[in-house]
Structures are given as structure tokens and as C-alpha cells.
């Protein structure tokens, strides 16, 4: 049985990364209109609409106060002398295939992510680095305080790495958010699922 299927009325669409339960029909879907379009699978391009949707998560947040606040990563902490920022992972965190998100998906996902056009080729990050299963550090070349900003940003949401292929192409939407991509139409329809196995607050 379908629980919860949302629909988003944009110009975009993209392949399945859920196995189906149900079909959509009138009874079990909620509609959902907007001005948004998409024509890409990948978050540095269009991100916005997968972020929105609750199917893509960043390793922090924004608050309406514009402050940081906890996404993938628990806490982050700055090196006094600003150059390294480092990322503790919420435990038990699972992607939406069904693996294990850890340090190593995550900097895959990040450095995939600054080797195309992004926010994170503007900022001064000499690398992205493995401390521990649930730890990962981004080193600068000099302090940076608007990193938090584009850890935030939808083009730094965490994929899988089954969610790339061997030339780092994104060929499915495998994320870790309360909703899984049960079907993606570009530009205009993309259809989502609740994601039983959400690490987070669980959506009715």
C-alpha cells in the first residue's frame, strides 16, 4: 500500500529510485502546484525542486534567522584558525536504496559536487576528507565563514554513490530525505513517496 505519495506540479521529471507499492490515483496523492522547472537529475543544476520536495538532505540547515542548524551532519566544528571545518554525521542515517550513509558517501558526494559548476568552486576549499566512518573534514586555503551557507545550498545535497555512474553523471535521485522519488517526468512532474526508514521526524 502506497502511504503517502506527493505530487509537485513543475516543468521537470526523472527516473525511479524507489520500487513501486502502489499506483498513484486521486484517493492517495496530494497535488502540488508551483513555478518551478527542472531538467536535471543532478542537485548542482537543479536541486532546488528535489530539496523542496524533502527527497535530497545537506549536512546543515538554515533556520528563518538565517543560522546554521543540524541536517546530515549532528554538529561541525571550526579550526581556530578557520581553515578546516569538520562534520560529525547523524548516526543510523540510511539512503534510500537502503545503504548506510558514512564519511566516505558523503565526501564521494561533495567532491563530485565541487568538480562541476556550484557555489562550492567559489569558495577557497583545497580538499574534502575522511576522518572516520561518521566524520569528514573540508579544508580551506583561508577562513570562509559563507561555507555553512553552501553546505546549506541545494547543490551540496548528498547522493549515494549509486546514485552517479563511472563519469560521475547523476542517473537516479538516491538521497536520504523523508521522501523517496517514486516517479520523475521533466520538466513538470515529479511524484515522491514516504520514505518508511527516514532517520529524522517521521511524516504522517
Same mark, same amino acid.
Given at each position: 500500500?502506497?502511504? /503517502?505519495?506527493?505530487? *509537485?506540479?513543475?516543468?521537470? %521529471?526523472?527516473?525511479?529510485?524507489? @520500487?513501486? +507499492? #502502489?499506483?498513484?490515483?486521486?484517493?492517495?496523492?496530494?497535488?502540488?502546484?508551483?513555478?518551478?522547472?527542472?531538467?536535471?537529475?543532478?542537485?548542482?543544476?537543479?536541486?532546488?525542486?528535489?530539496?523542496?520536495?524533502? /527527497?535530497?538532505?545537506? *549536512?546543515?540547515?538554515?533556520? %528563518?534567522?538565517?543560522?546554521?542548524? @543540524?541536517? +546530515? #551532519?549532528?554538529?561541525?566544528?571550526?579550526?581556530?584558525?578557520?581553515?578546516?571545518?569538520?562534520?560529525?554525521?547523524?548516526?543510523?542515517?540510511?539512503?534510500?536504496?537502503?545503504?548506510?550513509?558514512?564519511?566516505?558517501? /558523503?565526501?564521494?558526494? *561533495?567532491?563530485?559536487?565541487? %568538480?562541476?559548476?556550484?557555489?562550492?568552486?567559489?569558495?577557497?576549499?583545497?580538499?574534502?576528507?575522511?576522518?572516520?566512518?561518521?566524520?569528514?573534514?573540508?579544508?580551506?586555503?583561508?577562513?570562509?565563514?559563507?561555507?555553512?551557507?553552501?553546505?546549506?545550498?541545494?547543490?551540496?545535497?548528498?547522493?549515494?554513490?549509486?546514485?552517479?555512474? %563511472?563519469?560521475?553523471?547523476?542517473?537516479?535521485?538516491?538521497?536520504?530525505?523523508?521522501?523517496?522519488?517514486?516517479?520523475?517526468?521533466?520538466?513538470?512532474?515529479?511524484?515522491?513517496?514516504?520514505?518508511?526508514?527516514?532517520?529524522?521526524?517521521?511524516?504522517?
Amino acid at each position: 500500500m502506497l502511504k /503517502v505519495i506527493s505530487a *509537485l506540479g513543475v516543468a521537470g %521529471a526523472l527516473s525511479l529510485s524507489a @520500487p513501486l +507499492l #502502489a499506483e498513484p490515483t486521486k484517493e492517495n496523492t496530494l497535488a502540488i502546484k508551483g513555478q518551478f522547472e527542472f531538467a536535471s537529475l543532478d542537485p548542482t543544476r537543479r536541486g532546488y525542486v528535489f530539496q523542496r520536495m524533502q /527527497v535530497l538532505e545537506t *549536512l546543515v540547515n538554515v533556520d %528563518a534567522k538565517g543560522n546554521l542548524t @543540524p541536517g +546530515l #551532519a549532528s554538529k561541525w566544528e571550526i579550526s581556530e584558525d578557520g581553515k578546516a571545518w569538520t562534520f560529525t554525521l547523524q548516526p543510523d542515517v540510511k539512503f534510500h536504496n537502503g545503504s548506510a550513509l558514512d564519511a566516505t558517501a /558523503v565526501v564521494n558526494s *561533495l567532491n563530485i559536487a565541487r %568538480a562541476k559548476p556550484s557555489l562550492m568552486q567559489g569558495a577557497p576549499i583545497t580538499g574534502i576528507e575522511v576522518l572516520d566512518p561518521q566524520k569528514m573534514r573540508v579544508n580551506l586555503a583561508n577562513p570562509y565563514s559563507p561555507l555553512g551557507a553552501i553546505m546549506a545550498n541545494y547543490s551540496t545535497a548528498i547522493l549515494a554513490p549509486e546514485a552517479f555512474d %563511472a563519469e560521475s553523471n547523476v542517473i537516479a535521485v538516491i538521497g536520504t530525505g523523508a521522501f523517496t522519488a517514486y516517479e520523475i517526468a521533466m520538466p513538470h512532474k515529479l511524484v515522491v513517496e514516504r520514505f518508511d526508514d527516514y532517520w529524522g521526524k517521521k511524516r504522517q
